[in-house]
């Protein structure tokens, strides 16, 4: 019963998120970069639906438009980090030993920092823009690929049917692609799942600190972060970025728990 | 027991050897010569001569790693490019603002998380649970820089009970301090919660399950007994180890509350220097953050035995 309503609530919220998106990739109510200093700082109203901000920027445009960076950013990084962290702990769980201790031990370490601060250092090297951005949340978020595709790949490995494989002839390489990765793929999805959501909130994040997608490209993040001087004489600079971070992220997590609880049958309806 | 002391405090060593190298290795990639991005674009040959020799730049790049991991060992850490300030006394005293937040709000959303989280799976899929893993699923999405605005926006400016910016070392005046620390600490409380309550409840509904709780009730343990004597204790074990990635969490991401409430903690401290090029300090920070990282999970799991004796034996 509940994983239905996560379903449908979940589903319902990420596809508002993934539509916004989309929609904003070919219209916009306005220009969302478009300054018009006669309207600065317009409370919402029947013209500007979410008011507008201190350039006289259309709020509900630029948010529309940030829900495309931040939609794109997140999904490039869950592909570049999901892709490598794949390969990464499919070589490390299948063929063990030496390999798979000293990838471990990397990976371990770099799993010692926190996935935030691990991205927020290579900002400093690839410098804040959305391509450094998507690279460094991406090399940030591989460790943890890695760990959960080599548990995985580890225990997959042992069932009679890769054994199977193995003794009518099949080489090692054939086994892993034909056999071990697909059967690897509801864990990876699950975790994609959840790390869409990390990096939704890692990217807001990072450019609300001003390391992530610079100005005047709007993101939810950027946006949050110019709203402060005007918080108390313009108030709706700083809700509707923040609520659109918000429901995104519940609607992310609540389809991933749906997920998780479908794939996981030990958890349903737990 | 001292086996599993000796084997935990032993596979640190590697890890703190690669964070080392990790943090040396990412402040020499980034682009240009850092002494030319230090010193800025006119600058005569023998400033930058001895800045690159006062930085141990001229030495070959296995050289100096080695020389670093020395001065590391004796706690020197270099000077800040700005201010000439030891890099370690000047991260200490940042982090103590970072640590008493980070701290103070794990404590307290721990207190409140787990009995939340073991009333939910004793009720479980009653209309509390629902409540209980509602509010936590809405905790967990909210992020935590716009709920710090939301309260600064609430309580700061439109009730005027507390103070918007600024920020008194407790050394000072204790309770001003604490004025200034409560709604940045109250703000990660409550995103805090979220995690923890979920984790908490699914510990308790695995033990709630099985064969000796049903033992207690049936030789007739009042049913509070059950709960706090049974199942909380053998809940909380994977709880605590939730714990200590959630610090490591917090301190990572604490830069941006100590952004929304203008406080001069470790996180503020670190994207300070990556403005203005102060590369030591970055340097420091991310190794004394992943430091302290390290150890905090080391701690967890050396006294999750406590919770869960089966862990020595193993």
């Known amino acids: 019963m509940r994983w239905r309503a996560n379903t449908v609530i979940g589903g319902a919220l990420t596809a508002l998120a993934l539509g916004t998106a989309l929609t904003a990739a070919f219209w916009t109510p306005f220009d969302p970069l478009r300054v018009n200093l006669r309207a600065r700082l317009q409370p919402p109203s029947s013209l500007y639906w979410l008011g507008t901000d201190e350039f006289g920027r259309d709020v509900l445009s630029r948010v529309m438009a940030g829900a495309g960076t931040s939609v794109v950013v997140a999904l490039s990084t869950v592909a570049l980090a999901i892709s490598i962290g794949v390969v990464v702990g499919g070589v490390a769980g299948y063929l063990r030993g030496w390999t798979d201790r000293i990838i471990m031990a990397v990976n371990d370490a770099l799993l010692a920092f926190p996935g935030i601060l691990l991205a927020l250092a290579m900002m400093i090297v690839l410098g804040a823009n959305k391509s450094g951005l998507v690279l460094a949340l991406g090399l940030a978020y591989i460790p943890s690929v890695a760990r959960v595709v080599r548990g995985t790949v580890l225990s997959i490995r042992e069932k009679e049917y890769i054994e199977a494989s193995r003794v009518i002839g099949n080489s090692e390489l054939y086994s892993m692609v034909r056999h071990v990765l697909p059967n690897a793929v509801a864990p990876v999805a699950v975790l994609a799942t959840s790390m869409f959501g990390w990096v939704l909130l890692a990217e807001s994040a990072l450019s609300f600190l001003g390391l992530g997608v610079p100005p005047p490209a709007p993101t939810w993040g950027n946006m949050l972060a110019a709203s402060r001087p005007y918080m108390e004489t313009a108030a709706w600079l700083s809700i509707a970025p923040g609520l659109c971070i918000a429901l995104t992220l519940l609607g992310i997590n609540l389809l991933g728990d749906s997920l998780r609880d479908r794939l996981d049958p030990r958890m349903a309806h737990g | 027991m001292l086996g599993y002391l000796a084997r935990r405090l032993a596979m640190t060593i590697p890890t703190l050897l690669l964070v080392a190298v990790a943090v040396f290795t990412l ?68 982090f103590q603002v970072s640590a008493v937040i980070v701290l103070v709000a794990v404590a307290a959303a721990t207190c409140i998380a787990v009995p939340a989280g073991l009333i ?72 805090e919660i979220g995690v923890l309550t979920r984790m908490a409840r699914a510990a308790s509904i695995e033990v709630l399950r099985l064969e000796y709780v049903t033992h207690a009730r049936a030789k007739g343990v009042p049913e509070w007994l059950v709960l ?48 203005a090029r102060d590369y030591p300090v970055v ?18 799991d050396l006294c999750y035995p406590l919770f869960d004796p089966r862990v020595a034996v193993a």
């Not at chain 2, 400016?157 to 109250?186: H, R």
């Not at chain 2, 340097?283 to 080391?298: E, H, M, S």
């Open chain 2, 27 to 94: 402040v020499r990639l980034i682009p240009g010569d850092p002494v030319q991005v230090m010193l800025g674009d006119n600058v005569d040959a023998a400033q930058a001569a001895q800045l690159r020799a006062q930085l141990g730049l001229d030495e070959a790049i296995p050289l100096q790693f080695l020389h670093w991991l020395g001065k590391l060992a004796t706690g020197d850490l270099g000077h800040s490019i700005t201010n000439n300030l030891a890099v370690l006394p000047l991260i200490l005293e940042r």
């Open chain 2, 120 to 191: 939910a799976a004793w009720k479980q899929n009653s209309a509390l649970d629902l409540a209980v893993v509602s509010s936590a699923a809405l905790l967990l999405s909210i992020p935590s820089f716009w709920l710090g605005l939301l309260l600064l926006l609430l309580f700061g400016l439109k009730l005027k009970w507390l103070p918007v910016i600024g920020y008194v070392p407790f050394s000072e005046n204790f309770w001003q301090a604490a004025v200034f620390m409560l709604l940045p600490i109250v703000t990660l409380t409550v995103l």
């Open chain 2, 228 to 275: 706090g004597r049974h199942v909380l204790p053998n809940a909380f074990a994977p709880t605590w180890t939730l714990i200590g990635l959630v610090l490591g969490h917090l301190l990572g991401g604490i830069a941006v509350i100590e952004t929304v409430f203008t406080l001069p903690g470790l996180g503020r401290l670190l994207v300070d220097s990556i403005f």
């Open chain 2, 283 to 300: 340097q420091g920070c991310l190794l004394f953050t992943a430091v302290i990282y390290v150890v905090v999970n080391l701690i967890v």
